[in-house]
Antibody, heavy 119, light 107 residues
Framework: EVQLVESGGGLVQPGRSMKLSCAAS????????MAWVCQAPKKGLEWVAT????????YYRDSVKGRFTISRDNAKSTLYLQMDSLRSEDTATYYC????????????WGQGTLVTVSS | DIQMTQSPSSMSASLGDTVTITCLAS??????LSWYQQKPGKSPKLMIY???NLEDGVPSRFSGSRSGSDYSLTINSLGYDDEGIYHC?????????FGAGTKLELK
């Protein structure tokens, strides 16, 4: 059974950093591109970043470029999101998701971890 | 960025009804369109991919279609378990974008 389990969320002050993790199991992690998708409270879904199966390519939405870094450790079957210079508008539930096909749709999602940026 | 204009934003329907939710893409996205159902406090669940392909395990009451830049999700024989928020998503190009969501409630 495919499982994606996020961790690392919580309350953080504006301008500080936070690192999210997503532990994957039930599939061959290094065969799949992975992504982070966020959802602000009572709002819609927003794609944040994607990393290719081997980590060689990364893609970001403009609002997080230069502040967030997506990475992966295929030996540990774990996806990461390093979030620096956090802003109040980054407050959201962050989901990790597995791409299907080549950088395609998302068939599997984690349960999400809430990041609250507030002083 | 590709804008996905989803409508309606909310709707109420009765058991057994047929409902349709639509997303209009601001530019050509081919069939690179998926639909997700989200229940309160839960993560999204894939329903349709490639505009018309039903994900394994999803009831055949759900279907996806395309007419030009308009993409639709249709639910036949509506049941209580179909309540939730439905999101469309284009994965044609980065940045990937989602529609604003449609909240479906049963009367």
């Amino acid at each position: 059974e495919v499982q994606l389990v996020e961790s690392g969320g919580g309350l953080v002050q504006p301008g500080r950093s936070m690192k999210l993790s997503c532990a994957a199991s039930g599939f061959t992690f290094n065969n799949y591109d992975m992504a982070w998708v966020c959802q602000a409270p009572k709002k819609g879904l927003e794609w944040v970043a994607t990393i290719s199966y081997d980590g060689s390519s990364t893609y970001y939405r403009d609002s997080v470029k230069g502040r967030f870094t997506i990475s992966r450790d295929n030996a540990k079957s774990t996806l990461y999101l390093q979030m620096d210079s956090l802003r109040s508008e980054d407050t959201a539930t962050y989901y990790c998701a597995r791409h299907e096909g080549e950088l395609g749709w998302f068939a599997y999602w984690g349960q999400g971890t809430l990041v609250t940026v507030s002083s | 960025d590709i804008q996905m204009t989803q409508s309606p934003s909310s709707m109420s329907a009765s058991l057994g009804d047929t409902v349709t939710i639509t997303c209009l893409a601001s530019q050509d996205i081919g069939n690179y369109l998926s639909w997700y159902q989200q229940k309160p406090g839960k993560s999204p669940k894939l329903m349709i991919y490639g505009a018309t392909n039903l994900e394994d395990g999803v009831p055949s009451r759900f279907s996806g279609s395309r007419s030009g830049s308009d993409y639709s999700l249709t639910i036949n024989s509506l049941g209580y378990d179909d309540e939730g928020i439905y999101h469309c998503h284009q994965y044609y190009e980065y940045p990937y974008t989602f529609g604003a969501g449609t909240k479906l409630e049963l009367k």
